[in-house]
């Protein structure tokens, strides 16, 4: 697996990696892509709108890893609006929403959940949602997965999930399974992200992997290792 596109740093707060730390665990386990994508402004001990402007000035590659710019943004109200202004996040090369508690939107229950978060889909810049079957603010993930389809949205499997908890949670698996079969059955393609909070998760797919025939995918489902594939849906140059 060639990409990973959600990773935290110090930034976000409550993550122990720098960049550099993570660039460097990055190559070791063989990522030729990555995304700092730290959490947006309104979760508690992230950085402010002035760090995810300043992320240009980052290099393009560090030590042979490509780095993209990037942020988990948070919803912010019943508006679906983002914690990011738009001048911002079109700035951004991997803009990502998702449910977090205590981070301005208070949960409504699963319909008003879901009508939050396709709003949140309509913001242009949106092009990935992070665990969209797992938030503690749950949604209605057959309504979301046809949202993304229809809007180009990629939708990941988080990895962490997986290598923070050995015994995986029935209801969680059955939204996911289900996430996948639609996905598959519009040959969509998605993507297994880390979501790393320390430098040794990044690219630590292995507990995904190891589920692969019980999740139904392999790696022609997964966007990991067509780098030039990302870039054009992420378009990058
Ligand atoms: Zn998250
Ligand atoms: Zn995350």
Not at 66 to 95: C, T, Y
Not at 166 to 177: H, N, T
Request: net charge positive.
């Amino acid at each position: 697996m060639k990409v990973d596109l959600h990773t935290h740093t110090v930034a976000s707060g409550h993550a122990w990696g720098t960049l550099f730390e993570n660039v460097k665990e990055a190559k070791s386990k063989g990522i030729k892509l990555l995304a700092i994508t730290d959490h947006g402004p309104s979760a508690l001990g992230a950085s402010t709108d002035v760090y995810f402007k300043s992320l240009k000035r980052i290099p393009k590659t560090i030590d042979g890893v490509r780095i993209l710019s990037g942020v988990e943004a948070n919803i912010i109200n019943n508006k679906g609006k983002l914690d990011l202004e738009d001048e911002v996040l079109k700035k951004l090369d991997v803009v990502i929403v998702g449910f977090h508690k205590r981070c301005g939107y208070t949960d409504q229950g699963i319909k008003k959940n879901t009508k939050v978060l396709i709003k949140a889909m309509q913001n242009p810049y949106v092009k990935m949602l992070s665990h969209p079957y797992q938030s503690k603010i749950k949604i209605d993930i057959e309504k979301i997965t046809q949202e993304a389809i229809k809007r180009n949205i990629l939708l990941e499997i988080n990895a962490s999930y997986f290598f923070t908890k050995k015994i995986a949670d029935k209801e969680i698996m059955d939204k996911l399974k289900l996430m996948i079969k639609i996905l598959k059955e519009n040959k969509k393609k998605m993507i297994i992200n880390s979501d790393a909070h320390n430098p040794y998760e990044i690219g630590n797919f292995d507990d995904v992997i190891s589920r692969f025939d019980e999740l139904g995918i392999n790696e022609d489902n997964l966007l990991n290792n067509d780098k030039e594939a990302v870039f054009k849906f992420f378009n990058i140059s």
